[in-house]
DNA sequence: ATGAACATACTACCGGGTATGTTGTCAACG
DNA sequence: CGTTGACAACATACCCGGTAGTATGTTCAT
């Protein structure tokens, strides 16, 4: 559907709300970045954070999704696609990679999110909003532990235990968003080396091994 | 050096205080973690801390030191072992992680240091006392990073960036502070498994490959 | 002239830090 | 051997800066 002009200038200012505030976040942390913070980095004060968010949870929690539309989003070309596992699990771990890259802010905003709900520090009016939130990742999640069931299907992974090869995989092709901060004269080229590293790497506890040997 | 009783005594009451605010730290972050929070976990007040820490900043670091302490403490036997670079490697990493698991809380709270550090979130009086910590577990991964070096050197592991592979590396080894939980009825055998899952999925991404086509 | 999109001014509260009590213990002294 | 005083190991009470949230202007476009 389509905005009128009103509505497309207002949701411009909404995203450049996010994207402040998931800087925000990501340099100081939840509980650390303050509203104030997020309305001087935009060169604003707390009117107007406030007029499009009714709180710091709700603030937090658009990041949130945000973060995780914009996950649904690089994945989707390819996860209807038939065929082998191993040549689409590599695309998506491709796109997840290059987008924790190019997301930082908001990739770390889901991890803090993700964080804070397993350690149970969210309110209970928070709550439920964020139990949507969580079982929003958990279904992007799913896309890929399908791919991962596929392939031991087929005889490319190797792994017995589901849940814990995921959340090692996850926890390899998340780094980025830790470690990653682009070089002076870097190109696209570069970047997506270092994502290459970062699927090898993630694909090498996959697959099968040739020494078995303790 | 022998400690007198009132000293062993004054040095156990520093230890659960140590005890009490790493599990603070996990369960709310740096910034959210109140000493008074601190002091509550304990049945004591602020004035308990304050006698043996004179802020949080400090009490924070001696946390942090003292989970770098029983890194080092639990990887020392294997560092000065001659010999091919994989098995050493192995145990390693084994004691690594099992050191993971076993003392969550600490390491939770060397990755928030960590990670203030990377952001620059400390005041430059904390500067001075934060760079010997971060230099401390810089030490302590050159541990690794010289065994990588000499298991690429005999041939048996692969990779061309060192920085990026030991980042990728860590983030493997060190995520079950992320999603490690006992469970009911859990025997140190079965801990050993889920670290050993950890170890090789580690493994993997160092190893030669079978495929190399993308 | 009406409401959206802010800015300004203010309140309430929480948490780090401090200043000052209180209690038990040990050591030296008479 | 009892007394005392000095200090460690806390607890209590308080201050104060920062921050989430609110209430109320102000401006500008439609």
Redesign the pocket.
């Known amino acids: 559907m389509a905005l009128s002009?009103?509505e497309q200038?207002?949701d411009n200012?909404r995203i450049d709300i996010l994207s402040a505030a998931a800087k925000c976040f990501m340099d100081r942390g939840y509980a650390a970045?303050?509203?104030?913070d997020v309305?001087r980095s935009l060169?604003?004060?707390?009117?107007?954070i406030?007029?499009?968010f009714?709180?710091?949870?709700d603030l937090f929690a658009a990041v949130f999704k945000h973060g995780m539309d914009l996950n649904y989003e690089a994945v989707r070309p390819f996860i209807d696609q038939p065929g082998p596992a191993l040549p689409r699990w590599r695309r998506m771990a491709m796109a997840h990679v290059l987008l924790m890259i190019d997301t930082k802010p908001f990739q770390r905003a889901v991890w803090i999110g993700v964080e804070m709900h397993l350690r149970g520090a969210t309110t209970p009016e928070q709550r439920s909003v964020f139990n949507e939130l969580i079982e929003y990742r958990h279904n992007y999640g799913m896309l890929f532990r399908n791919t991962l069931l596929q392939g031991r299907d087929e005889g490319v992974f190797r792994f017995d235990d589901l849940s814990i090869t995921n959340q090692l995989m996850f926890m390899t092709l998340n780094s980025p968003i830790f470690w990653y901060s682009p070089r002076v004269g870097e190109t696209r080229a570069d970047v997506e080396v270092v994502a290459k590293k970062v699927v090898d790497y993630a694909l090498g506890g996959l697959s099968k091994r040739r020494e078995e040997s303790a």
């Open positions: 002009v009103r200038i207002a200012s970045a303050s509203i104030d309305a060169g604003a004060t707390k009117g107007r406030y007029h499009h009714p709180s710091k949870a």
